[in-house]
């Protein structure tokens, strides 16, 4: 499995209220590509590593890549 470092994920929910839902174009890290994600970071996280391992054939995220995807996500306005 694709795995990312513990303390790289940073839960982002403090309860029902809080979640900042924020969105992630794979394109802005990866040129060309136009997979697009939503939600909150973790959540964003998650899925990019498995759009990583499916679509761009990376085993593993560095910590580098997590580092410029949570860089790249922007607040998604309610
Ligand atoms: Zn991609």
Do not use: W, Y
């Amino acid at each position: 499995m694709i795995g990312i470092s513990q303390p790289l994920i940073r839960k982002v929910r403090t309860g029902n209220e809080g979640i900042t839902m924020k969105k992630f174009r794979c394109g802005d890290v990866v040129p060309g590509c136009t997979a697009r994600f939503n939600g909150d970071e973790a959540s964003i996280l998650a899925a990019v590593a498995a759009h990583a391992g499916a679509d761009h054939g990376l085993v593993e995220v560095p910590a580098e890549l997590v580092a410029q995807v949570r860089a790249a996500m922007v607040d998604v306005a309610e």
